[in-house]
């Protein structure tokens, strides 16, 4: 298997098949064809491009002088929103007064 992994990043590292982009993960290997744009046509329709990768999921591979210099993937999918305002609210019960102080006034140095 480690073998074929090799080959694969190889092939996928070289000039030829620049266009083919490599994902790992842990059971299997998977090889993707990428639409490849140079940097002046990738700057120049920044946006539209962006909204295409978002569209139908295919990954653009940014090139500058033939070379890749970064692929624009979709965006996975969101991380659920957490509530961190308020989301010990029922956690705690409070007793006795918040305002009053804790020991007389008696017993403060600052007052003597």
Do not use: E
Not at 53 to 65: S, W
């Amino acid at each position: 298997m480690d073998s074929c992994l090799n080959v694969i990043r190889q092939i996928a590292r070289a000039r030829l098949y620049a266009n083919l982009m490599l994902t790992n993960t842990v059971d299997h290997v998977r090889l993707i064809y990428v639409d490849a744009m140079p940097i002046s046509k990738f700057k120049a329709q920044c946006l539209a491009v962006m909204d295409r990768v978002r569209r139908t999921g295919r990954p653009v591979r940014v090139t500058r002088y033939g070379r890749p210099i970064a692929d624009v993937v979709p965006a996975g999918p969101a991380a659920p929103v957490t509530r961190t305002l308020g989301f010990l609210k029922d956690a705690t019960t409070i007793t006795g007064d918040l305002v009053a102080p804790v020991t007389a006034t008696r017993d403060w140095n600052a007052l003597k």
